[in-house]
């Protein structure tokens, strides 16, 4: 079966740190640019951090730059976001996606379908 799946979400106090994990499972990750989103309760779904297949562009909200940082290791077939100094309005629904042949800016403004979704891992902060 082709899928994503998150791991790494949970509960944290505000200036805490989490790290989310994005596995692919059968098929390898090396040619697609990853993207983590999220969506908070009541609103649209944004784009958090985007990754090239080689990682060498990345690309990040302006609400989350400096705090967050998007890897990948392709030997493991998996993708990070390490989150740190959250803040309650972090609190969302992480989800990754992939897909070839997209620029990371483009990636993150979701333009265009992703060819894989995760089904997407919940991080809470909150004291």
């Known amino acids: 079966q082709l899928q994503l799946v998150e791991s790494g979400g949970g509960l944290v106090q505000p200036g805490g740190s989490l790290r989310l994990s994005c596995a692919a499972s059968?098929?390898?990750?090396?040619?697609?640019?990853i993207g983590w989103f999220r969506q908070a309760p009541g609103k649209g779904r944004e784009g958090v951090s985007c990754?090239?297949?080689?990682?060498?562009?990345?690309n990040y909200a302006n609400s989350v730059k400096g705090r967050f940082t998007i890897s990948r290791d392709n030997a493991k077939n998996t993708v990070y976001l390490q989150m740190n100094s959250l803040k309650p309005e972090d609190t969302a629904v992480y989800y990754c996606?992939?897909?070839?042949?997209?620029?990371?800016?483009?990636?993150?403004?979701?333009?265009?379908?992703?060819?894989?979704w995760g089904k997407g891992t919940l991080v809470t902060v909150s004291s």
């Open positions: 990754i090239s297949s080689s990682g060498g562009n990345t």
């Open positions: 996606a992939a897909q070839r042949g997209r620029t990371v800016q483009a990636m993150c403004a979701q333009r265009g379908d992703m060819a894989y």
């Open positions: 059968g098929f390898t990750l090396d040619n697609y640019a």
